[in-house]
């Protein structure tokens, strides 16, 4: 059988394109175990923010009955509740007015 230039190249092509194969599945492998890993840090961090929210909201809620208990706490940290807005939110739920649908 003669050896031709030909056969040489793509020879040169086929042993370059598995290389390549090989790598990419091994850039593929790596890089989908960081995608899961980042996945489920993210999923930590948006229920520990949910979490915080919702402690934030028990605590302004129960700040309403007692305002001098938590004011202190709440202007140490920066933060202020809008207590006009939530009382007007509340009243509205307790009077029964509701939103219209939007027109079709």
């Known amino acids: 059988m003669k050896n031709s230039l030909f056969n ?4 040169g092509v086929l042993a370059t394109s ?6 990419f599945c091994w850039l593929y492998f790596v890089r989908s175990k960081d995608i899961i890993l980042i ?8 229920q520990t923010h949910q979490m915080l929210n919702l402690l ?5 809620e129960y700040s309403r009955r007692d ?8 202007e140490t940290i920066g933060l202020k509740v809008n207590r006009a807005a939530a009382a007007a ?3 509205g739920a307790a009077t029964g007015t509701t939103a219209k649908p939007p027109a079709k």
């Open 8 to 11: 040489t190249i793509l020879t």
């Open 18 to 23: 598995l290389v390549l194969s090989i790598y």
């Open 39 to 46: 996945q489920s840090q993210l999923a930590r961090y948006q």
């Open 56 to 60: 934030v909201n028990d605590t302004a």
């Open 67 to 74: 305002p001098a208990s938590f004011a202190p706490i709440f």
């Open 89 to 91: 939110g509340a009243g």
